[in-house]
């Protein structure tokens, strides 16, 4: 029998590419190496040849991507010498800053728009011991109170705007281009902050920079910075980027920040945009698109991953799997293509919604023998 060596998190795994201290403390819970499932039925659903993967990033140890980033900001932050650790956030950031916190042994304050983040998000924060607190506002009144607190106050800033939530955040793409073995056609993902989409850019861009195969640009993320190489040439391929956001908090369609953003997907219900220069480099220099999708083409694709997938996503992660069926079916994004939708977040996380939206067959019976098979009769298929 042989052993496979204990997987103790992305910043041992990625080391080399990651800016970490030598002798820094490393705060993980063993995130990254989420699966990447190729999806059986749903291309046949569509009547198109497509190699269509999802990577699962809800099976991250707080069920979010956000893992990847809070094991760098964190592990930097401590490292520096900080006590407490604050964000704003739409549920996910905070669910993994109070983990991470609480691994650290430090304080998170968490700030969220009241009411308006799902239940499994807010029992994370409040088990996990975060100060929670919930303004009258949304995201974006949080992003600002926070920028505004941090600059007076000892606590250090975990959004995306910390580097460090980018750099363990690339790290998606890496496992991506290890697993296939070469970079997809298309990646599509949620946009709301536009933090991942940024590091998504820079993760491909940073691989490609060790690629060896025929030299296809200049790599501008990077700029000569990463790790790899000193002039920053792009020697491997890297895919298109689709970024979708649902129809009533889509700031990068309309071209403008909006104010009052609303969507089923609360995950990703922001008007203002952090990384919103970054993420129109990472469409431009990647040759892809924005695109929007409305709540009900988001909570549609949830459903059709859950029900012919197996895979149960938030309504935010649906909305790239949402994209990219529209986008395969038209022809945008061609046949026989090779396409990768990021799943940011786990369906657990917003109970209440997939609840509310399902048309599963609940049957009400009495204890009884007959009762239990007359029930299965009437649904066998
Ligand atoms: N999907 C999920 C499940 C998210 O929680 C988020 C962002 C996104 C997509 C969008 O990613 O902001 O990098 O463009 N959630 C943040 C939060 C804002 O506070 O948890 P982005």
Redesign the pocket.
């Given at each position: 029998m042989s052993f496979r060596p204990r997987y103790t998190g992305l910043i041992e795994r990625y080391r080399d590419r990651l800016p970490v201290p030598d002798d820094a403390r490393i705060i993980s819970l063993g995130e990254g190496d989420t699966p990447l499932i190729q999806l059986h039925n749903i291309p046949g659903l569509m009547g198109k040849e497509v190699e269509l993967y999802v990577k699962y990033e809800g099976l991250n140890p707080t069920g979010?991507?956000?893992d990847r980033g809070m094991t760098m900001a964190v592990t930097k932050a401590v490292a520096d010498g900080a006590r407490a650790i604050i964000?704003?956030?739409?549920?996910?950031?905070?669910?993994?800053a109070a983990a991470y916190a609480a691994r650290a042994g430090i304080r998170a304050f968490v700030i969220i728009p009241d009411g308006k983040i799902a239940q499994g998000?807010l029992a994370q924060a409040m088990m996990e011991g975060a100060v929670v607190i919930q303004i009258r506002g949304n995201?974006d009144d949080g992003m600002r109170l926070v920028k505004q607190v941090a600059a007076e106050s000892p606590v250090t800033i975990v959004?995306?705007i910390n580097p460090y939530r980018l750099q363990g955040?690339k790290t998606v793409a890496f496992e991506i281009m290890d697993e296939l073995g070469r970079a997809p056609d298309y990646h599509c993902?949620?946009?709301?902050?536009?933090?991942?989409?940024?590091?998504h850019w820079i993760g491909y861009s940073e691989y490609a920079c060790t690629g060896s195969k025929g030299v296809t640009g200049a790599c501008t993320f990077c700029d000569g910075q990463c790790p790899f190489v000193g002039g920053g040439a792009v020697v491997g391929t890297r895919p298109k980027l689709a970024g979708y956001q649902a129809s009533g908090a889509a700031p990068f369609l309309r071209g403008h920040m909006i104010d009052n953003p609303e969507t089923v997907?609360t995950?990703?219900r922001?008007g203002h945009?952090q990384?919103w220069d970054f993420?129109w480099k990472a469409k431009e220099e990647s040759g892809g698109w924005f695109d929007e999708c409305s709540d009900a083409e988001i909570l549609a694709a949830q459903k059709l991953l859950a029900e012919k997938e197996g895979i149960f996503c938030?309504p935010?992660?649906a909305i790239s799997v949402a994209g990219a069926m529209r986008d395969i079916r038209s022809g945008r994004i061609p046949e026989d293509s090779c396409v990768v939708c990021t799943l940011?977040?786990h369906g657990l996380?917003d109970p209440d919604t997939a609840i509310a939206q399902s048309t599963a067959p609940v049957v009400k019976i009495e204890a009884e023998l007959g009762q239990v098979k007359r029930a299965i009769h009437d649904h066998l298929v």
């Open positions: 979010s991507f956000k964000c704003a956030s739409t549920g996910n950031t905070s669910a993994s998000k995201f959004n995306s955040q993902l949620p946009v709301g902050n536009a933090g991942n989409i940024t590091a997907a995950a990703i922001i945009p990384s993420a938030e935010a992660s940011t977040g996380k």
